[in-house]
């Protein structure tokens, strides 16, 4: 009995919030693989039709495009786990491979968008693919921005996961628009945000506070998704001078 007494005294409380608590500890990986969640269950409905089965055949770059991109959220699960498992060395080993990676997202994802949007004009003879264009080159902008932010402060870990995190999200909005309802009513950016709200909730109730990376970082970026979705929503005149440009 007192063997049963002593065990229990030394072991130590299982409790979900607060710091060292299961939110804190796993919320990141956690948000890893609910973010690949997210990604299967969008793309799902139209990769079989618009990529794998597609008539007519898709541009060779847009399943680079899918490789590249599928390869940063496996990726993000894998950093996501490394540190749960209290392996930081290995981390910051193939972090280097990370760098290299979502260097190649963003120009990938620019020439892509280009591609894809000449494709959708001239092959299949859809509308708006200039007024769209602006959607994807603001994601890619985003996301360079974020992910140059959590390089440069890559030593502060504090500030690292939270823009690796929010970097992740932002690029959400592909696999939520693929569902009618949502992109009809330009609720893409909206459902990525909400994302990251879970964030703000875990600061919440782990630290108490919210961190300055949500502070400074959701704000900008929900203004600037207001004004693309208004530029495009509203194909604004400007800006199709320029997407007409582009696409050629």
């Known amino acids: 009995m007192a063997t049963v007494s002593r065990s229990a005294a030394v072991r130590p409380d299982v409790h979900f919030a607060g710091r060292n608590g299961f939110l804190d500890k796993y919320f990141y990986l956690s948000m890893s693989v609910l973010i690949a969640g997210i990604v299967v269950w969008g793309f799902n409905k139209t990769v079989d039709h618009n990529l794998i089965h597609a008539v007519p055949r898709r541009p060779l770059i847009l399943w680079f495009h899918g490789a590249v991109f599928s390869s940063w959220v496996l990726f993000f699960i894998f950093q996501s786990a490394l540190v749960r498992t209290h392996n930081v060395k290995w981390h910051r080993f193939f972090g280097w491979f990370g760098v290299a990676l979502g260097s190649v997202m963003v120009p990938l994802g620019i020439t892509t968008s ?8 001239h092959i299949l003879h859809e509308p708006g693919g200039d007024a769209f264009l602006i959607v994807p080159w603001f994601d890619m902008l985003a996301f360079a921005t974020l992910f140059g932010l959590a390089i440069l402060w890559r ?12 970097a992740t999200c932002g690029l959400l909005d592909a696999a939520f628009g693929r569902t009618d309802y949502i992109f009809n009513h330009n609720l893409f950016f909206w459902c990525l945000d909400g994302v990251i709200l879970l964030g703000v909730a875990r600061d919440l109730v782990v630290n108490r506070r919210i961190h300055k990376v ?23 005149a400007w800006w199709l001078r320029i997407a007409d440009r582009i696409l050629g």
């Open 155 to 166: 030593r502060k870990s504090e500030f690292h996961r939270r823009l690796v995190f929010i």
């Open 114 to 121: 280009i591609v894809m949007g000449r494709f959708d004009a």
């Open 214 to 236: 949500y502070l400074v970082a959701l704000p900008v970026l929900v203004v600037c998704q207001m004004f693309v979705v208004h530029t495009y929503a509203s194909a604004s």
